[in-house]
């Protein structure tokens, strides 16, 4: 009997059915993750952390060190890698791709550069900071997609080897011999970075989220640091500082705006007026509005990294409403012309002078109030005229960058 060897044999297994046919998203993240998600969630993530240094110690050191429990981490270690690697496989068999795990980012054109940072912009800035210490030692691309974690992980040892030196390391942790002095593992510090990674995108993959809202680059800054107190993020479309900004300018023209400022600080210079330009409670709304801009153009200056699509007003809109934006061209009251020139310089040296906003939004406030009342006078009336030029530059320089944002006109720096 004669056997074709060149014969293609196709196998047909449970292993081989293809869970991107699953038309619900939860049930083909369980087929995906699952495995890993129920591994990941015998420990807590700090559980995981504590553990996992602890057996470094214990590998890395002279002397016996109390080895109860680093059996059972490295056994689920073990099933972890094994996890991951399953998932990893998967994906790439099958060719799977969701969207929000392969979503282009950019920087943003109108931020400042990264050296510009001082050490607490830095630490406000950071992608890190949405994840409350639980992600410490991931890159901004990682934390996007957490295969990428997975694969950086098994470049360095593949699936077989991993297993056979965490045996290794269960060995030396029993003993008073140093892991180093075998020649099985002559970085242990290095291998626990590794295996850090790892957890860490394990923990990644275990909260991961069907929203856009979960690769914010600035949520932290709304619900962590609470810096936003104005700006409300209904939607994760809702946290680009652009979409914001065009929210703004679709509700007002800049001379309306020039104007009931113009109307505003008059009132709270003068004790014996009231804010009554349509009516009083108008000025709370416009007060909100001049305080969102204060809060827009830093979030502009200081959102480095965004999604590709954040910059395109034609996409990131999902209500349509861009073409409502007003986009005439205004004449400019508080710009010297070079400013207008040059708008995004204009932004940079305005929060380089205020640099602490949120005094700005005290200012506001107490303009509000003594607009609106006729009781007492501001102890400096002279700060309500600076409060004006300030703020009527802000909106001039805003109204700058969003038309040229929408009418794609060069910006220049």
């Known amino acids: 009997m004669k056997t074709n060897y060149n014969k293609t044999i196709i196998m047909n297994t449970e292993f081989h059915f293809d869970f991107t046919e699953i038309d619900d998203e939860d049930d083909r ?42 059996g ?7 099933e972890l890698i ?19 795990l392969s979503m282009p980012w950019t920087e943003s054109p109108y931020a400042i550069e990264a050296e510009k940072f001082i050490e607490s912009e830095k ?20 934390v996007g997609d957490f295969f990428l974690v997975f694969e950086a992980f098994f470049q360095q040892l593949d699936v077989v080897s991993w297993p056979k030196l965490l045996d290794a390391w269960l060995d030396f942790a029993e003993s008073e011999s140093a ?19 790892l957890i860490e995108g394990c923990h990644l993959a275990e909260s991961f989220a069907f929203v856009r809202q979960y690769y914010s680059p600035n949520e932290h800054l709304f619900n ?3 810096l936003m107190l104005e700006l409300y993020a209904e939607t994760y479309e809702s946290y680009n500082p652009f979409l914001q900004l065009s929210w703004i300018f679709t509700e007002n023209t800049l001379p309306e705006m020039r104007n009931s400022l113009a109307h505003w600080m008059d009132c709270a210079k003068n004790k014996d007026k009231v804010y009554a330009q349509n009516e009083p409670a108008m000025l709370i709304l ?25 910059l395109d007003p034609e996409k990131f809109d999902p209500d349509g409403n861009q073409k409502l934006v007003n986009l005439l061209e205004e004449k400019c009251m508080f710009l010297t012309r070079k400013e207008q020139r040059f708008p995004k310089r204009a932004l940079r040296k305005f929060y380089k002078k205020h640099s602490w906003f949120h005094y700005q939004r005290i200012k506001l406030k107490d303009a509000l109030y003594h607009a609106l009342h006729t009781k007492s006078a501001y102890h400096n009336i002279e700060a309500f005229t600076e409060l004006e030029e300030s703020m009527g530059k802000l909106m001039e320089i805003l109204y700058l960058i969003n038309r040229g944002f929408h009418l794609g006109l060069e910006t220049k720096n």
Not at 72 to 78: A, E, G, R, T, V
Not at 179 to 197: A, C, F, K, N, V
Request: proline share 2%.
């Open 72 to 78: 059972q981490l490295i056994d689920n270690l073990k």
């Open 29 to 70: 993240m369980d087929v995906l993750l699952g495995d890993l998600r129920d591994v990941y969630c015998r420990f807590t993530h700090d559980g995981w952390r504590e553990q996992l240094w602890k057996v470094t110690v214990a590998v890395s050191s002279y002397t016996q060190q109390p080895a109860e429990g680093l």
């Open 286 to 310: 416009f007060h909100s509005d001049v305080c969102k801009m204060v809060e827009i153009g830093w979030l502009i200056l200081y959102t480095r990294e965004m999604p590709k699509y954040w």
């Open 82 to 100: 094994e996890a991951a690697w399953s998932a990893l496989q998967l994906r790439t068999r099958t060719n799977y791709k969701h969207e929000y």
């Open 224 to 226: 962590v640091d609470s």
């Open 179 to 197: 892991i180093t002095e075998s020649g099985y593992d002559y970085t242990p510090l290095e291998t626990y970075h590794q295996l850090l990674r």
């Open 123 to 142: 630490h406000l800035t950071s992608h890190l900071r949405y994840h409350k210490g639980k992600v410490t030692v991931l890159s901004r691309e990682e």
